[in-house]
């Protein structure tokens, strides 16, 4: 099983707020990624990092920032919650490459509601 | 357009059948192939992976196979089991970028019935 951690696994939140979920993984992965994931839907690449300092947008545009100052910690935040954002965030990692590829680990998800 | 397409949306079969599904992507450059299988609410878990070079491999119960030269892929379950319930991603890779972007197809929805 992977070491991937995210909470909370779920939240519902008021318009407006500030929230911030936690992505936490224990395999020294340079490697991280958030995903989002609509019912029904193909995850869309939000934000990753290559390592500590290196953040980068995905290809899905998002109102969400992250930041990397630890290998292990790789957190995203949202300023001010709409509905919109009503959504399953997933995050990832990988490390190097073995046998051609690299391994991507999920976390578990975090199901966002905002009311 | 790189993409990954796959059918069918959504499969219900019995208990200890047999069942097929499939992915057909336009990733280019290809790297590598994965299907994953996702619990409703939870994250995806890797079932198999396979390069440009492997044209199938097998996990268990789960079989997958690989055509590269017409882009298609395969995950075949064999007797299924209640536990297989679950939405079955295929997630293609690319090699035109030091981040091997993964490219995933909707899924397909598995209900087993007993």
Partial sequence: EADIYQTPRYLVIGTGKKITLECSQTMGHDKMYWYQQDPGMELHLIHYSYGVNSTEKGDLSSESTVSRIRTEHFPLTLESARPSHTSQYLCASSGVPIGGYTEAFFGQGTRLTVV | ?114
């Avoid at chain 2, 079969?13 to 299988?37: A, H």
């Avoid at chain 2, 991603?89 to 993964?102: H, N």
């Fill in chain 2, 1 to 114: 357009k790189n993409q990954v397409e796959q059918s069918p949306q959504s499969l219900i079969i019995l208990e200890g059948k047999n069942c097929t599904l499939q992915c057909n992507y336009t990733v280019s450059p290809f790297s590598n192939l994965r299907w994953y299988k996702q619990d409703t609410g939870r994250g995806p878990v890797s079932l198999t992976i396979m390069t440009f070079s492997e044209n199938t491999k097998s996990n268990g119960r789960y079989t997958a196979t690989l055509d590269a030269d017409t882009k298609q892929s395969s995950l075949h379950i064999t007797a299924s089991q209640l536990s297989d319930s679950a939405s079955y991603i295929c997630v293609v890779s690319d090699r035109g970028s030091t981040l091997g972007r993964l490219y995933f197809g909707r899924g397909t929805q598995l209900t087993v019935w007993p």
